[in-house]
């Protein structure tokens, strides 16, 4: 598996391992007795034997010992966290580009968990699924009564098995139910189209293992288009992913130059990465999309490209997640410890984390119109719905303004 942090895992196995501690009897036996280490493994030790003889229901201790482990991490930052076996394997799949699962892509929030997307020859797209759709339960777990992140885990599982899922779509009356089978589904992070003769289209999703080669397959692609005089690229509700991923991304459009710096208190944290030579578009212009869900790798690589001077970075704030975590080996137990290890900063020196990246032309994702416009760019025609602001009537509109906005100014277009 890549690293979420390059050498680091090498770095730390041989400290992990070397002072891990492990709350069983044979902690009593440890000499220092009087050490605060020792005083404070008693204590615990002593809580979870409580729990364990004396708790009206039976605990798995094994589920005390994560569960403690999972408390102590929870009160350093809001990324670093303690993964199981089953979460440290979702991760992997994440990452990998490739797991077992139906192939639907959900939008999780406070209030609910609404499918946004499916894959073609996915289960979910086989099943009669619809984008829209509102998930109610996962083989008879209510979302309401669970910890949303971790039931739809669930939903991934060895291929050839079956999971329910119940929904609730608008126009119907009554909750609809699908059982689906799961299968090996291959998720490709990148996508590309021509918008007219002279404008190529890049999306990411996320960064991946794969993401570098399927960005450069898709630039190839592009450039076959001998007109071709502009890209755009659309790092918009990209959560991030892997950071060697979003390096050389961040490298297949610069030919030099500083692509992000890494602080932290280990002397392997405090990086300066940089560009080598070889833009893959060298003489076509560049705009970056972003939005309030561009976090992380998509931060480093629209800093990057900003900070150099390659890009124009057209959007809204970025999420500002910039931290970089670090896998560590939990042993013994097949547990890792994901801890956030560094900082990092775009060329300039700005700090990313809690402020995000600053577009250099702020347009927000949905637009007030006082008037209908009359459509000037194909493909993008725009459309609007009526609303109400207060007892004014308004219109909005609901095409993608961003990337409308992006296309004009590629085209020179006021």
Same mark, same amino acid.
Do not use: C
């Given at each position: 598996?890549?690293?979420?942090?390059?050498?680091?895992?090498?770095?730390?196995?041989?400290?992990?391992?070397?002072?891990?501690?492990?709350?069983?009897?044979?902690?009593?036996?440890?000499?220092?007795?009087?050490?605060?280490?020792?005083?404070?493994?008693?204590?615990?030790?002593?809580?979870?034997?409580?729990?364990?003889?004396?708790?009206?229901?039976?605990?798995?201790?094994?589920?005390?010992?994560?569960?403690?482990?999972?408390?102590?991490?929870?009160?350093?930052?809001?990324?670093?966290?303690?993964?199981?076996?089953?979460?440290?394997?979702?991760? +992997?799949?994440?990452?990998?580009?490739?797991?077992?699962?139906?192939?639907?892509?959900?939008?999780?929030?406070? +209030?609910?968990?609404?499918?946004?997307?499916?894959?073609?020859?996915?289960?979910?797209?086989?099943?009669?699924?619809?984008?829209?759709?509102?998930?109610?339960?996962?083989?008879?777990?209510?979302?309401?009564?669970?910890?949303?992140?971790?039931?739809?885990?669930?939903?991934?599982?060895?291929?050839?098995?079956?999971?329910?899922?119940?929904?609730?779509?608008?126009?119907?009356?009554?909750?609809?139910?699908?059982?689906?089978?799961?299968?090996?589904?291959?998720?490709?992070?990148?996508?590309?189209?021509?918008?007219?003769?002279?404008?190529?289209?890049?999306?990411?999703?996320?960064?991946?293992?794969?993401?570098?080669?399927?960005?450069?397959?898709?630039?190839?692609?592009?450039?076959?288009?001998?007109?071709?005089?502009?890209?755009?690229?659309?790092?918009?509700?990209?959560?991030?992913?892997?950071?060697?991923?979003?390096?050389?991304?961040?490298?297949?459009?610069?030919?030099?130059?500083?692509?992000?710096?890494?602080?932290?208190?280990?002397?392997?944290?405090?990086?300066?990465?940089?560009?080598?030579?070889?833009?893959?578009?060298?003489?076509?212009?560049?705009?970056?999309?972003?939005?309030?869900?561009?976090?992380?790798?998509?931060?480093?690589?629209?800093?990057?490209?900003?900070?150099?001077?390659?890009?124009?970075?057209?959007?809204?704030?970025?999420?500002?997640?910039?931290?970089?975590?670090?896998?560590?080996?939990?042993?013994?137990?097949?547990?890792?410890?994901?801890?956030? +290890?560094?900082?990092?900063? +775009?060329?300039?020196?700005?700090?990313?984390?809690?402020?995000?990246?600053?577009?250099?032309?702020?347009?927000?994702?949905?637009?007030?119109?006082?008037?209908?416009?009359?459509?000037?760019?194909?493909?993008?025609?725009?459309?609007?719905?009526?609303?109400?602001?207060?007892?004014?009537?308004?219109?909005?509109?609901?095409?993608?303004?961003?990337?409308?906005?992006?296309?004009?100014?590629?085209?020179?277009?006021?």
């Amino acid at each position: 598996m890549q690293r979420l942090f390059p050498r680091f895992w090498t770095f730390f196995i041989g400290v992990i391992a070397g002072s891990a501690l492990t709350l069983t009897s044979s902690v009593l036996a440890y000499r220092h007795q009087d050490s605060p280490a020792f005083q404070d493994a008693a204590r615990i030790y002593s809580i979870l034997q409580q729990i364990q003889q004396f708790y009206v229901d039976e605990v798995a201790y094994d589920q005390l010992i994560d569960d403690v482990i999972s408390a102590i991490v929870s009160h350093l930052d809001r990324h670093s966290d303690y993964l199981d076996g089953n979460e440290f394997a979702h991760l +992997t799949d994440v990452t990998s580009g490739e797991y077992a699962g139906v192939g639907v892509e959900l939008a999780v929030s406070e +209030t609910q968990v609404v499918v946004v997307n499916m894959f073609p020859d996915s289960p979910a797209s086989e099943s009669g699924l619809a984008i829209g759709d509102r998930v109610v339960s996962v083989d008879g777990f209510h979302i309401a009564d669970e910890d949303p992140e971790k039931l739809l885990m669930g939903m991934r599982g060895q291929a050839g098995t079956s999971m329910r899922l119940v929904v609730e779509r608008d126009g119907f009356p009554e909750p609809l139910a699908f059982t689906l089978e799961r299968r090996r589904i291959e998720m490709s992070s990148v996508s590309q189209r021509m918008l007219n003769e002279t404008t190529g289209y890049l999306k990411i999703k996320s960064f991946t293992q794969d993401t570098p080669d399927e960005v450069a397959g898709a630039l190839i692609s592009l450039k076959q288009n001998a007109g071709l005089e502009g890209v755009i690229l659309d790092l918009r509700d990209n959560p991030g992913g892997l950071l060697d991923s979003a390096l050389a991304v961040a490298d297949l459009f610069l030919d030099e130059g500083v692509i992000v710096k890494t602080q932290g208190r280990y002397y392997e944290a405090n990086v300066v990465y940089y560009a080598n030579n070889g833009d893959r578009v060298s003489g076509t212009s560049l705009v970056v999309l972003i939005n309030g869900r561009s976090a992380s790798a998509a931060e480093i690589v629209a800093g990057a490209l900003q900070g150099n001077g390659r890009a124009l970075v057209l959007g809204e704030q970025s999420f500002g997640k910039g931290s970089i975590q670090s896998l560590f080996p939990v042993e013994p137990g097949n547990g890792v410890l994901k801890l956030t +290890t560094a900082h990092y900063f +775009t060329p300039s020196g700005l700090a990313i984390d809690g402020k995000g990246i600053t577009p250099d032309r702020f347009v927000p994702s949905e637009v007030v119109l006082d008037s209908q416009l009359t459509p000037i760019i194909n493909p993008l025609p725009l459309k609007s719905v009526v609303a109400h602001q207060g007892d004014r009537k308004v219109q909005i509109a609901k095409q993608d303004f961003q990337l409308r906005s992006a296309l004009q100014q590629l085209n020179g277009v006021d």
